[in-house]
């Protein structure tokens, strides 16, 4: 089993910028692709970001892109979502989450933390 645990969610104002922080452990988590997911309420699950294993193959959101960064430091069993020029429309709750292969598909992911809450006012 692979467990994620988020953190670095918070409050922000508009143009401001987070570091979320994904931590893992488990002994399947070895060569597993990362992503991250956003939900706000009422709204459904939307990918935000993937990265593979070794960090390189990386994809993200058309609404993200340029602004968020995906990174990775598997000898702290850490994947990180750096967000900068951060908007209204980026709050949510964020997921991070484990797969076999990369994928920008929620469905194709085996394992997921809790959340980490984002706010950004405007």
């Known amino acids: 089993q692979v467990q994620l645990v988020e953190s670095g969610g918070g409050l922000v104002q508009a143009g401001g910028s987070l570091r979320l922080s994904c931590a893992a452990s488990g002994r399947t988590f070895s060569g597993y692709a990362s992503g991250w997911f956003r939900q706000a309420p009422g709204k459904e699950r939307e990918f935000v970001a993937f990265i593979s294993w070794l960090g390189r193959s990386t994809n993200y959101a058309d609404s993200v892109k340029g602004r968020f960064t995906i990174s990775r430091d598997n000898a702290k069993n850490t994947v990180y979502l750096q967000m900068n020029s951060l908007k209204p429309e980026d709050t949510a709750v964020y997921y991070c989450?484990?797969?076999?292969?990369?994928?920008?598909?929620?469905?194709?992911?085996?394992?997921w933390g809790q959340g980490t809450q984002v706010t950004v006012s405007s």
């Open positions: 989450a484990a797969a076999n292969r990369v994928s920008g598909d929620a469905r194709t992911y085996d394992y």
